[in-house]
């Protein structure tokens, strides 16, 4: 292939060489053929021409050399008129970028693997997930910032945030939740970063979407990883360990679809999936082991995951049965997939009515 680019720089090469290489794998080499524009009558950096059965679509490719990790970098590159079916390659992509350009109608690659073309006449949509984290960070930005969501400390914030929708200020919320004030700070510079929050002049710190934010959350964040939760089975049956933990002195909280379903129900709602198993926290993973007799078991519908944010982030009692905050178990439900993350959707959608 040949071409002829107005940005002549040859990581830019690289990187248009890279994006046409994981075109030509979408749907088989054998179904499309890939042509470069050789003219310089564009605004974009690069045309392709990508040629698919019965059909061709115009991509209009603009080169950028660095990462964005930020929603205003995007924005100063997507405010150009379009035409044909825009794409920006770099070399990464952060999740705040890629939903601008998502938003923007636009398309993109980066090194690390994420893609979107999308595009309405013809209809094309190609997704691919890569990098949520930059693998090459700019070493101007400090090796303290923080990358991502997925930590305890964090979910801790993260919790308190979407719970009460804002905070006075990093001190307050760092007082509240029990976190260092340093580790609140970097949480909020993210959320700020990536436009989570409302411009107040750096004065009351107010969440913009709710909703939002936690599926935000959830792209970094998991019960299973974060908390490194365990699979298990119960050797005395599933209806005799949820009463084990009503009756027993095990500190607990239980989050999942068992949690959204006691929270639905307070509502009078029907939950949308009934409850299998049960997800666990707790401060000692082996006590809860001896009190509830489980048994080791990577198929086990018991999760069981070792935390100690309990006593201070506070837990609710719903029938009896002790359950984390619900935007919580919010975030631990919209990071699985299918019908538990559902589940995640349906108790989001009624805390977001119901400010519960």
Not at 58 to 66: G, P
Not at 215 to 238: H, I, M, P, V
Request: proline fraction near 4%; hydrophobic fraction near 40%; aromatic fraction near 8%.
């Amino acid at each position: 292939m040949f071409l002829v680019m107005r940005n002549s720089a040859e990581y830019g090469t690289t990187l248009l060489g890279g994006f046409a290489s994981a075109l030509s794998q979408v749907g088989g080499a054998t179904e499309q053929r890939l042509h470069m524009s050789t003219t310089r009558d564009t605004d974009f950096d690069a045309q392709l021409t990508w040629v698919l059965p019965g059909d061709a679509l115009r991509l209009d490719v603009e080169i950028k050399q660095a990462s964005l990790t930020s929603r205003n970098e995007v924005r100063r590159v997507v405010e150009r008129t379009k035409s044909g079916t825009p794409v920006l390659l770099a070399a990464f992509l952060s999740p705040a970028a890629r939903d601008e350009l998502r938003q923007a109608g636009w398309s993109y690659w980066d090194e690390t693997g994420n893609m979107l073309i999308q595009n309405r006449d013809p209809f094309v949509w190609v997704e691919r997930t890569g990098a949520s984290r930059n693998p090459s960070p700019d070493s101007t930005e400090g090796p303290r910032r923080l990358r991502s969501l997925k930590g305890q400390a964090a979910s801790v914030v993260l919790v308190k945030l979407l719970t009460e929708g804002r905070a006075a200020t990093v001190r307050e919320l760092s007082r509240e939740t029990g976190v260092g004030v340093a580790t609140v700070s970097r949480v909020i510079e993210l959320l700020r970063d990536e436009e989570f929050l409302n411009d107040t002049a750096r004065g009351p710190i107010v969440v913009s979407d709710i909703k939002r934010l936690a599926r935000r959350w959830a792209q970094d964040y998991s019960f299973t990883k974060t908390f490194k939760a365990r699979r298990y089975f119960s050797l005395l049956g599933e209806e005799i360990t949820l009463e084990r933990l009503r009756t027993g002195e095990l500190p607990y909280a239980v989050t999942g679809v068992q949690a959204a379903n006691q929270y639905l129900g307070a509502q009078g709602r029907i939950a949308s999936l009934p409850s299998r198993g049960a997800w666990i926290y707790t401060p000692d993973r082996e006590a809860a082991e001896r009190a509830l007799k489980l048994a080791a078991d990577p198929k086990g519908s018991i999760l069981v995951g070792e935390c100690d944010f309990l006593e201070q982030e506070g837990i609710r009692v719903l029938n009896g049965l002790r359950v984390v905050w619900p935007w919580r178990t919010v975030g631990d439900l919209l990071s699985t997939q299918g019908r538990t993350a559902a589940v995640g959707e349906e108790l989001a959608d009624a805390l977001e009515r119901e400010r519960i």
